[in-house]
């Protein structure tokens, strides 16, 4: 375990070069087929088994235990939110780097071929299934991970889960945070913004909704709400034909969440008949599509289960004090059909998440390594010999 810890230490520019390499290369929504290829080939190179990239475009790579007692996966997202026109050049300055996605999920990447490199070298007892999966952010979906779980041949063979999102060393999310995303649609017949003035305007009946949502009476519960997109319109003297809006729903209470859902759809149809209602006789009404673009569970890893005591006192260990916390990430799934899992940063330090300016600091990153070497050894052991 010296060793290992010492390869951390001794390794570590190289592993910060091998995170501008996989940063480097473009993983939009839906679009994560290269950065699956090049973590193929990493996998083959480290000499894990059943290397593949499966039909929904994850990658999976196997070390196999010395007894193979236990199943234990390991991942990280491939995917970014951003756009695939985005320049994901990394630059260094003042010793960090800056490009979008480099914390999120480039450290967690890194994490992911560091820690299989090392754990195949140490041999253990259980075995390790590493996973690179795709639609982690966004109108992703949790589609990676769900199909892992749920219709892939390891879906009923897999004990617990472990995933690596982003920087940090001291929080541990054994929370899942459910939410819901919707994209509403409302189009009309259009016109000219003072000639046909009075038809229903789909715009006018968006900007209603999102007035109607802002107003939701916050509970005691965590609980929010974000209107992340809204498109439409050709000119500002056109009345438009179509308008959309995007929304995120989110509730640390399942119950409260449920309620806010059922506000924010009566809201859309309150909103919707009113712009509909000053409607002369003979115009067109509007129509209105709603469409459930992604839902994601809840549930919990309880504090006293073995992986989340493993992870707390591996953070101990490392003289860092952790914090139990409650996000969104690819725990979720395994988290809601009862699989214990969590996630956990991958040490260094960043801000700026999820937009151009993002950037991460590997100072300290061996501490996140160490930590997760430590969670990972105590779920499946070092092999015997």
Known sequence: ?????RFFED????????????????ASPFGEQKRAEYLRDKFIEIGLSEV????????????????????????????TVFPPDTDFTVRKKEG?????GISDDGCGLVALTTLARLLKEMGIDGSVLFVGTVGEEGEGNLRGVRYLFTES????RIDCFLSFDGHGVDRITNRALGSRRYRVTVSGPGGHSWGDFGIPNPVHAIGRAISRLVSYPLPKARTTFNVGKVQGGVSVNSIPSEASMEVDLRSSDADELRRLDAYFRRSLHE?????NSGRKHGDAALCMRVDLVGERPGGETAPNSIIVELATEASRFVGVEPKLEQSSTDSNLPISLGIPALTLGAGGTAASSHTLDEWYDPKDRDLGLKRGLLTILGVVGLARR
């Not at 390794?11 to 473009?26: G, L, M, R, V």
């Not at 990239?53 to 999976?60: K, M």
């Not at 041949?153 to 009923?156: D, E, L, N, R, Y």
């Not at 909103?271 to 712009?275: I, P, S, Y």
């Open 96 to 100: 960090k780097l800056f490009a979008p």
């Open 52 to 79: 593949t990239i499966d039909q929904v475009g994850n990658c999976l790579g196997l070390l196999a235990g010395e007894s193979g007692s236990t199943l234990m996966v390991v991942s990280a997202h491939l995917d």
């Open 1 to 5: 375990m010296r060793e290992a810890f």
């Open 153 to 156: 041949s390891w879906a009923k």
């Open 271 to 275: 909103a919707f008949e009113q712009e």
């Open 11 to 26: 390794q570590a520019d190289e592993i910060t070069e091998q995170q501008i390499e996989i940063c480097s290369i473009p």
